[in-house]
């Protein structure tokens, strides 16, 4: 065996061994990271336990869906010449509606992460969250490069590979280990 397959063979059995005992405990970061801020974000919507904050209705109805100056791409809802709404519309409804089912999603998906309870479900709902902020609400660049780009590089990460050792999932079998490819 030359010296050249040895060393090939000690760099795999040192990725092996660094893969082993820091890949549950990268997963398990990953999901604390990505989970803190939305889990913060969905708090913040709330006053209390199942006392919604009516004042976020003005956040998604102004800052999100018709915000001064308009946002070139973004989804506005409001009435393009006079960036206001029809009051009791439709339109208000749903925007309403939306901002409490974002609070929810925002505090209960964030919880079944960091618990590493159904965290692929949670990982692709908060994924479908984030590319709804990217496409509806700030479609630039600079948002996607930063913020949006890292919540959704690591949400892939947690929907390839799973949760991990360190999870719910993993200890009720729902979660097996994640295949290993490119061999």
């Given amino acids: 065996m030359s010296i050249v397959e040895k060393f090939r063979q000690l760099y795999v059995q040192m990725g092996q061994q660094l893969t082993r005992f820091l890949e549950p405990l990268a997963l398990l970061l990953l999901r604390f990271t990505v989970a803190k801020v939305f889990l913060d974000s969905g708090l913040s919507k709330w006053n209390g336990f199942l006392d919604f904050n009516v ?12 915000p001064d100056p308009v946002r070139e791409g973004a989804l506005q809802l409001c009435n ?9 519309s439709f339109v208000v409804r749903m925007i309403e509606l939306l901002a409490v089912f974002a609070g929810i999603a925002e505090v ?3 919880i079944l992460l960091i618990i590493g309870l159904f965290s692929r479900f949670a990982a692709l709902g908060l994924m ?4 709804f902020i990217q496409l509806a609400v700030f479609p630039t660049w ?8 890292w919540w959704a590089v690591t949400l ?4 390839a590979r799973g949760p991990g050792i360190l999870s719910i999932d993993r200890l009720l079998g729902m979660d097996a280990k994640p295949v290993q490819s490119f061999k």
Avoid at 80 to 88: A, K, M, R, S
Avoid at 128 to 131: A, K, Q, T
Wanted: glycine fraction near 8%; include cysteine.
């Fill in 55 to 66: 004042g976020k209705y003005d956040l998604f109805m102004y800052e999100f869906f018709c």
């Fill in 128 to 131: 479908g969250m984030v590319l």
């Fill in 108 to 110: 209960l998906l964030p």
């Fill in 142 to 149: 600079d948002h996607w490069i930063n913020p949006a780009s």
């Fill in 80 to 88: 393009p010449e006079t960036l206001d709404y029809v009051e009791g």
């Fill in 156 to 159: 892939l990460v947690l929907i």
